[in-house]
């Protein structure tokens, strides 16, 4: 018997190592020559988007560069096992709610000196908020590429029935303005509260003059300022001015046609979504600044950075490409590709900026702030969707659901 | 004669594989489960503390933790009889017939399990919309005057429209299960029944049915795993909303672990949902044995 | 099989083609979407035929996606799956006819296997295959799932089903344990093989997170990758989805219809049919 267990264990070793050196001379072929290659990763469909300006990189300095998309649907699983196995791409794109973890787990390289020492990613170039979101510990570990931000989508020509024909500009006009729409009959409504947006009631709340988490670290997401932004959100739900579920169907569908929800939230990559799918309504829709709240009419800003992984045998190659991607020319271009905003202030001058409903969202970044930028940010925004959700569609009392999710965003950041 | 070495030659590979893809990470959790493993000490080992229990003791006091155990229960309580009993009754009435028609419609009950989980995610995003212009399923049921239902958005019966979808998407499989095994059964059974008079009910009463008890088992067995393992239908529907109506334990696990990065705590809910099936497992093998 | 008269038969087919009917809905709007463009799928008023028949969704998906190249990897992967096919169906026959220490334990074992999240496996799986150095090859992205407790289980089932005289009489006329395996049990098992053959495919042709985790080179991406790919962060062109997706499933189609024929062969032991 003893024999039989010992051939057991032999035969399976064998087994896999006979597979492990399969393996391994497979291998060589893939990971020749990746010493003279940057590698870069970027998020969704980049073999037309982004290829341009790789091919554009690899002429003008001879560096040849091996992108790999990664689908969206997998962008956090992707980066999860790279850190595990510490092996990431030279370049990384980032998105910038994702900083903080990933600074905090070592995975991206600290390169303050690139960045002081460059003028072309010197940190004056991109707007605040986006800087913001790649400085940690007054260290810098990623460079702004290209940013997003909100502005209030609405059908003119409904609005001006309702006599606001250059859009609500204060919160008060926006809920008048809805619940007068909203009276055109059953099913149609005002303005759109996106239940599992991460961002929008933080938003008002910010509005609002809340911090959402102070200074000293502490969650303030029971205190008046959020607790009246919700409110007042909230007030668009009991007043029927927006629907309490989300009605699943599409934009040329809600917002097209007789226009069943004529105002929306929403960043600038709607332009063209409507654009495209509802031609129906050709001038008949804007794009303005957010309405002012009560302190500000502050929009949240995002959108992704470009880093250096952490052991990247290449630095000084992957901040000049870096470099080469933020230029105002690769922007321009990355632009035309994929219509994301760039985070490069001076590239606004351009002449696509100059578009009157894309030149809105110029104007919004200007007054734009990123969500904290803490390691807990997604936990505590997911939280936060589950609190709203009882709220809006569980009808739950404000004040004390408030209440408990401080407590739970306290404790998830302690 | 029967070698003595001959069997462990054959199990050698397969068991190879399985203790170091499946048993060894589970050991791993095990081990992960009593840390508070992040992100962060993912990367660096020395940022891991050791936590005893208190992954357990907090994941049994997590209200989202217990809701996706009673949600669970209901997809498998609801699921698995209504797997088991279509595919059987399909598998069946298709092997009454031997035309092209026949076998035409073991492809059309086929189809939707080889339906690439995108398209089946966004096809039925439609079906399912709650607007009655829009929504397939609530425009049909509009013309006999009942509706709109929020099939997706209504937390009652958002749990209901995910069992329909994922039994849709199971039969296919387990149906040719069952048409493998109908193979199986001699047609002089059927046909001495018949010389002593048996109708057809009784010939798939008392010689279809238990002639199909191997693959009964086993279409059970592996019917109830997968349905405490349920996963990609709230994932790529719902997400696992409205309200956490459709979360289901695999689901919450993903979540914690995926997405906010908690591994340990991840791992003490996978290690609990590990003893869950396999408890599930043997009580259903000991009532099928007792059945015997 | 019953022997039915010809007014029972109409009866059934007519019930099987009602229910056959709505089950086959969402596939039949899969393919028919594929033909239209992205506003008329996401139009106010959707119907079941596009008004324009298009073809320019599958133009573009060769155009834009490195299409060529991830049917190619789908093809090596699947091919490679039907490895653990056979080595499912050698630990079921082991199981079912032969009498080893600890075979029941290590049958548990193998059950066991089946009930583990598959939400855990993922990243210890791949440290491993990162010690291995499988990572970036396509050994790396079939390894992990090559044999399955619920093949094995199959397999194991069947092969318990059938007699062991039937295998006896084999060796008494000296055949080895392989030849008796491979040439008398194998044979006899078509329709598990079928049955088995199509998941093997399904598995493959479907694989996404594997091939997605381990390549660090788009070269090693699967067809389901790039169909993933084809997701844009905000709002999706579904007519390219579509496109992709009603792409993929033909050649399963083709292999289920073939393998349909085996199952339908089958075998029986008492020879009568």
Known sequence: MKINKLMLGTTSLVAMSLLAACGNSGDEGASEGSSDELSVWVMGDGNEVTQPLFDSFTEETGIDVNAQSIPWSAVHDRLLTAVASGEGPDVVQMGSTYMAEFVDAGALMDITEYVEGSDE???????????????????????????????????????????????????????????????????????????????????????????????????????????????????????????????????????????????????????TAIQDQTTDIEGKWAVRTLPEGPVSNVSNTGGANLAVWNNSDNPEEAVQLIEHLTSTDSMLTYYENSSSLPARMSTWDEEPFQDENVAVFGEQLENSEHMPVIEEWDRVSQAYISSFEQIIVGGADVQETLDNLNQEVQTMID | MKSKKAPYFFIAPAIGLLLTFSIFPIIL??????????????????????????????????????????????????????????????????????????????????SPSITNIVAVAIVWAFLFNPSQSIGLINRVIGMVGIGPIGWLTDTSVSKISLVILAVWRSIGINMLIFSAALQNIPRSMYEAAELDGATKWEQIRFITVPQLKFSTSFVTIT??????????????????????????????IYRNGFQNNQFGYAAAGSLLLFVVIICATLVQLRLQRRAD | MINIDKKLKITIGVVLGLWGLITVIPFVWMILSAFKTNPEIVAAQPNLLPNEWTLDNFRELFQRLNFDV????????????????????????????????????????????????????????????????????????????????????????????????????????????????????????????????????????????????????????????????????????????????????????????????????????????
């Open chain 3, 70 to 273: 991830y049917l190619l990897n789908t093809v090596i992967i699947t091919v490679l799956g039907f490895v653990g096919l056979l080595l499912n169906a050698m630990a079921g026959f082991a199981f079912a006819h032969y009498e080893f220490k600890f075979k029941n334990f290590l049958f548990v074992l193998v059950l066991a296997t089946m009930m583990i999240p598959g939400q855990v496996t993922m990243i210890p799986v791949y440290l491993l295959l990162n010690q291995l150095g499988l990572t970036n090859t396509y050994l790396g992205i079939v390894l992990p799932g090559l044999t399955g407790a619920f093949g094995i289980f199959l397999f194991r089932q069947f092969f318990s089903s059938i007699s062991e005289e039937f295998f006896e009489a084999a060796r008494l006329d000296g055949a080895s344990d392989f030849y008796v395996f491979f040439r008398v049990a194998l044979p006899l098992s078509k329709p598990i093989i079928a049955v088995q053959g199509i998941l093997t495919f399904i598995g493959g042709w479907n694989s996404f997170l594997w091939p997605l985790i381990i390549a660090n080179d788009q070269r090693f991406y699967t067809l389901s990758v790039g169909l993933q790919l084809l997701q844009g962060q905000h709002g999706t062109n579904y007519a390219l989805q579509m496109a992709g997706a009603a792409f993929m499933v033909v050649p399963i189609l083709i292999i289920f219809i073939i393998f349909q024929k085996y199952i339908l062969t089958g075998f029986n032991i008492s020879g009568g049919k």
């Open chain 1, 121 to 271: 990613i010197s940190p004056d170039n991109f707007f605040e908020g986006n800087v913001e979101t790649t400085v940690f510990d007054e260290n810098y570990y990623a460079v702004p590429w290209y940013t997003e931000t909100r502005a209030l989508y609405y059908r003119t020509d409904l609005l001006e029935e309702a006599g606001y024909p250059e859009g609500p500009a204060t919160w008060d006009e926006l809920s008048d303005a809805a619940m007068k729409l909203s009276e055109r009959g059953d099913n149609y409504y005002g303005f759109t509260i996106p239940i599992n947006e991460q961002t929008f009631g933080p938003m008002f709340a910010k509005q609002n003059g809340s911090p959402i988490i102070d200074d000293e670290g502490n969650a303030v997401m029971n205190e008046p300022e959020f607790v009246e932004a919700i409110e007042y959100l909230n007030g668009f739900i009991e007043s029927g001015a927006s629907p309490s579920q989300d009605l699943g169907i599409e934009i040329s569908q809600s917002f097209g046609g007789e226009g069943i929800n004529p105002m929306f939230i929403s960043g600038p990559w709607m332009i």
């Open chain 2, 223 to 252: 019917t109830i795993i997968g349905w405490l393992q349920f996963f990609e239908e709230p994932f790529v529907m719902t997400e696992g909303g409205p309200l956490n109506s459709t979360t289901s334990v695999a689901l919450f």
């Open chain 2, 29 to 110: 959790a095990l081990v992960i489960s009593f840390t508070d493993m992040s992100l962060a000490g993912l990367a660096d080992y020395s940022r891991i503390n050791f936590t005893g229990f208190q992954n357990y003791q907090n994941i049994l006091q997590d209200s989202i933790f217990l809701k996706s155990i009673t949600n669970t229960l209901f997809y498998v309580i609801f699921g698995v009889p209504l797997v088991i009993l279509f595919s059987l009754t399909i598998a069946i009435l298709i092997n009454m017939g031997r035309s092209r028609y026949f076998s035409f419609m073991r492809v059309v009950f086929y």
